[in-house]
């Protein structure tokens, strides 16, 4: 049997924009000898997949994308809507199978990348390491596992990038913004993964997170003239030289994104 629950399966079209552009940029997706991805937990509807792959094809063209539920209901909804979009013999492959956290690949073969987006958050985080756990079983040595959450419309999202191996795990914490009328960063701190979002507390290394972020975004709030996107840069800047390890460069941040090393946010 699946190993999970029946989550409530929302999703809407170019939601998971965010992740995707940031999963396209993976150096094991151009390096990996067998592109295998999976979308594990893609909802009532195949169109977040379908867009997945899509992207994927733009940086890996002969990418192959399985979708998992354990849902039966949404597997067969899943395979009658790419039949109806005409997609049923597309090559490289788009599939919906039957599975769970368990990730049942087929031939012993691993992916090289797992997304799983807004499926964790419906779990006690004491469910957390498990899920991470079996899923990453399923991933190549090489590969990621891509866990997190986002609203509604995919403006705010954040996720937590896990390797396998002895020295795996997680590696860092994402939060990707839309900066036009942001109000304040910490907008995020509602939509963490499970495995932090009951951590947004008084001397918690994730509310400092979120604290400073709306610090140095008030700060900068005079470059605001100059376009959110200056402004973003400069907090990010500011986070930077105030200690936070934060990864990636600039040409991340101009897409609203903050990259955090796991190990500064005080979880195991």
Known sequence: MPVGNITRGTTNPNRLRRVDRWISALPVLRHTDDPLVVDLGFGASAVTTV???????????????????IDPARVESARADVRRWGMADAHPPISFELGGFETPLPRARRACVIRAFNVLRQYDEADVPSAWGSMLAAVQPDGVLVEGTCDEIGRVSTWIALTPGSAGGPQ???????????????????????????????????????????????????????GATQRWLATVESMKANGWPVLAGRTRWRLGEVTIAWDALGRA
């Open 51 to 69: 867009e997945f792959r899509e992207r994927l094809l733009r940086v890996r063209p002969d990418v192959e994308v399985v979708g998992f539920e």
């Open 172 to 226: 860092s914490l994402t939060i990707s913004l839309r900066l036009d009328q942001l109000e304040a960063p910490s907008i995020a701190a509602e939509r963490l993964p499970k495995a932090l979002i009951h951590h947004n507390v008084a001397g918690d290394p994730v509310n400092k997170l979120m604290t400073d972020l709306d610090r140095w975004w008030a700060v900068h709030s005079a470059l605001s003239a100059f």
